[in-house]
């Protein structure tokens, strides 16, 4: 059932994006009557799941969800009908067209996916409001992943500035802390500095958690499966507070527990509807409980007492402006990760994933919030990757409309049909590049 619900959430945020990026090409072209000959949703390569034919453009569904595609007439792209080129150009058709509307349509795509991104977060900062925890608020510091502490820090440090600025908000920590080149941290009472390598990025995907820090959480049982040793004795929800007699406030206090008392039978206490309660666990050879583990949401930790949570609502108008930055800095963000990916010495182009990392941000259970954000963000990574100035993508029509628009010569259409086979191949290139890194981690993790 849970993949199903994830499978259910990637294709349905994968189908809106490229319908409505599409959708970005189709309306242009229409308006300044340029024939578009197909819609498809998915690529149909051999055979459509589904089509219809409506006036003079098909509409599909393809079998292969590698993305989607309007075929214009008169125009140069992954299709390569070089015989409609041959012929003598029509008036309906694209390259029959003025530059400047040419140069509309490729942009419409882009332009519908950044609109789509801005619209989404206004909608979600008016639906859901924002919530920040002030990094005051992280009394007993943070957890760190095995990378982290390979590199010097240790969980119950304190974040106190990066790069010698002051961090406010455990977001900023979030976001800033693997583009920083050093991090002050507040030990035992100590202020100290780690120096953050700059391949933090290439050691982080060999890492399991695969974030350098976390807020610390309780111990939440989300499963006990029949065939545990502990079936009878947790349920979903408990928390784990103690083991042995010694407290577990936290899931790495319950994990340093387990490990002393393997194949033992422990007594121990967990917070049940709101209740402390003995149980007895029996601890494997391995130091495990035979059962899966969760993470709680901001309302519980607030609850439980972890941290303060500051919540911030706005109305319809307010949301407007709040939205339009949140989108602003995603899209700073993205082309911060970017860059690193493009820089070697980070490493970072060995966390590239392709449709399976997609997959994989998903959640579990269905959840709108998360939803949309992923979708919004997902959107502002394809409309960033489309302005690429690469032959095959929107980005590479528009660098050379403006060449065309800036000398007043247009590429001629032997040249723009090499450039567009060099553009297929860098595209397939990096496809198989990134959905192999998805299945060398599927492999060897």
């Known amino acids: 059932m849970e993949i199903v619900i994830k499978l259910s959430q990637f294709l349905l945020s994968l189908s809106l994006l490229i319908i409505l990026h599409e959708l970005g090409h189709f309306i242009p072209a229409k308006l300044f009557k340029t024939r578009v000959e197909k819609f498809y949703l998915f690529f149909d390569v051999k055979f459509s799941l589904f089509k219809k034919q409506i006036g003079e453009t098909v509409y599909g569904i393809g079998w292969l969800p590698l993305g989607g595609y309007v ?6 792209d992954e299709s390569m009908d070089t015989e409609q080129m041959a012929l003598p150009p ?15 349509i490729m942009l419409g795509g882009v332009t519908v996916n950044f609109v789509l991104a801005f619209l989404i977060y206004i909608g979600m900062a008016y639906a859901y409001g924002d919530i920040t925890l002030k990094n005051s608020e992280i009394k007993e510091g943070l957890a760190f992943s095995k990378t982290a502490e390979q590199i010097g820090f240790r969980t119950g440090d304190k974040i106190v ?9 455990y977001n900023e920590i979030l976001d800033d802390i693997v583009y920083a080149k050093k991090a002050t941290i507040e030990r035992n009472g100590a202020r100290q500095d780690i120096d953050i390598p700059v391949n933090i990025f290439g050691r982080l995907v060999k890492d399991e958690k695969q974030r350098l820090i976390s807020l610390r959480q309780p111990f939440v049982v989300s499963q006990v499966p029949d065939t545990s040793a502990n079936f009878k004795s947790l349920k979903a929800g408990d928390i784990i507070t103690s083991i042995n007699g010694k407290a577990t406030k936290y899931s790495e206090d319950v994990m340093a527990a387990l490990k002393t008392t393997k194949t033992q039978s422990v007594p121990a206490n967990v917070l049940r509807d709101n209740k402390t309660t003995p ?5 494997s050879e391995k130091g495990k409980l035979g059962i899966v583990v969760s993470r709680a949401d901001f309302k519980s930790l607030e ?8 919540k911030a ?10 939205g339009l930055k949140d989108g602003k800095d995603q899209i700073g963000k993205y082309l911060q990760q970017l860059k690193a990916i493009f820089t070697p010495k980070t490493g970072a182009y060995e966390g590239v994933g392709g449709f399976g990392a997609i997959y994989n941000i998903f959640p579990q259970a269905w959840d709108w919030e998360v939803f949309w954000n992923i979708t919004a963000f997902l959107s502002i990574m394809l409309g960033v990757m489309n302005l690429l100035p690469i032959p095959a993508l929107d980005g590479g029509h528009v660098m050379f409309l403006l060449y065309e628009m800036v000398s007043g010569r247009k590429p001629s259409d032997k040249f723009l049909e090499r450039a567009q086979m060099v553009g297929i191949v860098l595209l397939l290139a990096l ?3 990134a959905n192999g890194n998805d299945i060398y981690k599927w492999i060897t993790r």
Do not use: C
């Open 161 to 169: 500035a990066l790069d010698g600025e002051a961090v406010l908000t």
């Open 90 to 104: 029509q008036p309906w058709e694209f390259r029959s067209k003025p530059a400047w509307q040419r140069l509309i």
């Open 431 to 433: 496809i198989l590049f």
């Open 279 to 283: 149980v007895t666990l029996q601890i």
């Open 71 to 76: 075929k214009i007439s008169g125009m140069i």
């Open 303 to 310: 609850k439980l007492g972890y941290y303060h949570f500051d």
């Open 313 to 322: 609502t706005y109305g319809f108008f307010a949301a407007i402006p709040e």
